[in-house]
């Protein structure tokens, strides 16, 4: 059974970073691709980033271009959203999903970042 599990989340004061990871298991799951995703109180669900597993090619929302980072670490079967420049409207929970190649989505229970001074 594909798991999704997401760590990093936490407070962080406006302009700081913050680097959220998501490790998928079994180890033998190999997604087609990985991305981030948020939902903010009262609001929908949102892509943030999204990284193509063979490719590295990387897509983001235009409300984080130029501040948050998608990597991934295919030894470690790890993928990372780092956060830097952060605002309040940041805030949200953060959803790791993976994406398989028969178009099956996965999904993380979420880590919730708080963006306040």
């Known amino acids: 059974q594909v798991q999704l599990v997401e760590s990093g989340g936490g407070l962080v004061q406006p302009g700081g970073s913050l680097k959220l990871s998501c490790t998928t298991s079994p180890f033998t799951f190999s997604p087609y691709a990985m991305s981030w995703h948020r939902q903010a109180p009262g609001k929908e669900r949102e892509l943030v980033a999204a990284?193509?597993?063979?490719?590295?090619?990387?897509n983001y929302a235009d409300s984080v271009k130029g501040r948050f980072i998608i990597s991934r670490d295919i030894a470690k079967n790890t993928v990372y959203l780092e956060m830097n420049s952060m605002k309040p409207e940041d805030t949200a929970v953060y959803y790791c999903?993976?994406?398989?190649?028969?178009?099956?989505?996965?999904w993380g229970k979420g880590t919730l970042v708080t963006v306040s001074s």
């Open positions: 990284v193509t597993s063979a490719t590295g090619r990387t």
């Open positions: 999903k993976a994406l398989n190649n028969y178009g099956v989505n996965y």
